[in-house]
Each structure stands twice: as C-alpha cells, then as structure tokens.
Antibody, heavy 122, light 111 residues
C-alpha cells in the first residue's frame, strides 16, 4: 500500500524559506518510472503544479516559480524535500505531495498525501 | 489564471448524467493524449479518476468516463449519486513546462 505524508511548518514569515518534507512508503524512488510531485492549493482556489522529481533525478518545475523552488530526494530515507524561497502571503496554501508511475499512468498522480497547510504571515 | 478553462459549476439530479468540459489549446490538450481528471471532496486530497484521456484507475466506478475532441476534454458522470458531489479538476501535459497544467475546477452539485 502506497502512502505519502507531508510535514513542515504551519506558519512562515514573509521572505523566509519554506521547507516541506514528503515521507512515503510502499514504493521506491529507485524504481524505473516512479516520481513524486508537489502540488499546492490556496484557500478556495484551484490546484497548482509546483515540481516533480523522478527516479532518475529528472526534475521539473513550474516556470512561474522555478527561480524559487528546489526539489530533492533521499532514497535511503524515502523522502522528497521541497524548498520555496522568499515566501509571500500568496504562498499561503495547502501543499500536497503525490506519487506517479509513468509505466502505469503516465500522466496521473495516483496516490496523494493528506496535505499540509502553510500560512505565510508576519 | 488557470491555463485550462472549466465551467465553475455543474449540476444534475440523482441518476442523471452530467458532463464537465475542459478547454485548452493545441499546446496542451489538443497536442497530447495526456489528460487526467481529479475529484476533490471538501477538506480532502484530490483523487485520480481518469488518466490518459479515458482510462480509469482500479477502483474508480465505470460511471466516470473521459473523452477528448480537439482542444477540449470532457468528464462525464453517469448515474449521478450523492457522493459524486465534489470539485473536479482537469489536468493536461503542456509542452510549455513539461509538468502539467490544471483547470480552474468545477463544483459538481447533485440536486
């Protein structure tokens, strides 16, 4: 059974760096075709892609946020870490991590974490 | 502003069918057969309902179906049930970012 869980601060001040960790089980990020993505959702608004990292360390970023985002993986710990620098109030959102397997569902994130809510406020 | 356009709301009575549209361009929906749909109940994480335009993951009822024509994708929910009331988001691969673009979401109400 695949599970993912996001963790990190619930409150961040403007200009600070937000670091979120996705801890997963039930799959390996060493397996061909596997990826973990990050998606966020501001309150009452739509889903927004942030980043995606694959088993081979291929990394994809949202063009509008690319300069502020970094995604890394630690396969030994079964974790994926997302950092977002210089946060602003518009970064207030629920942040989700999700699993992807290119071999079974090339375009679908088939298992999601419960999400973690982050508020940016001074 | 979302890259894909969805109607903000849709509704239907129990047992009826409802179709939700998702409009894009030739650089996303029209160019690739990589359209997925997600269902999200209030306060919950999204759930994958459709991938590759029309394929259903294991466990998703066959009342949910997807299709595409040109630059527009559609999700049809047949035999509406109360538990289908949720927000639905489309997503498509986009050659502008190698990541994907979501629609603005459609709130489906079961009357």
């Amino acid at each position: 059974q695949i599970t993912l869980k996001e963790s990190g601060p619930t409150l961040v001040k403007p200009t600070q760096t937000l670091t979120l960790t996705c801890t997963f089980s039930g799959f390996s990020l060493r397996s061909t075709g596997v990826g973990v993505g990050w998606i966020r959702q501001p309150p009452g608004k739509a889903l927004e892609w942030l980043a995606l990292i694959y088993w081979d360390d291929d990394k994809r970023y949202s063009p509008s946020l690319k300069s502020r985002l970094t995604v890394t993986k630690d396969t030994s710990k079964n974790q994926v870490v997302l950092t977002l620098t210089n946060v602003d109030t518009v970064d207030t959102a629920t942040y989700y991590c999700a699993h992807k397997n290119q071999l079974t569902a090339p375009d679908g994130m088939d298992v999601w974490g419960q999400g973690t809510t982050v508020a940016v406020s001074s | 502003q979302s890259a894909l356009t969805q109607p903000p709301s849709a509704s239907g009575s129990p047992g009826q069918s409802v179709t939700i549209s998702c409009s894009g361009t030739s650089s996303d929906i029209g160019g690739y057969n990589f359209v997925s749909w997600y269902q999200q109940h209030p306060g919950k994480a999204p759930k994958l309902m459709i991938y590759e335009v029309s394929k259903r993951p294991s466990g998703v009822p066959d009342r949910f179906s997807g299709s595409k024509s040109g630059n527009t994708a559609s999700l049809t929910v047949s035999g509406l049930q109360a538990e289908d009331e949720a927000d639905y988001y489309c997503n498509s691969y986009a050659d502008s970012n190698n990541l994907g673009v979501f629609g603005g979401g459609t709130k489906l109400t079961v009357l």
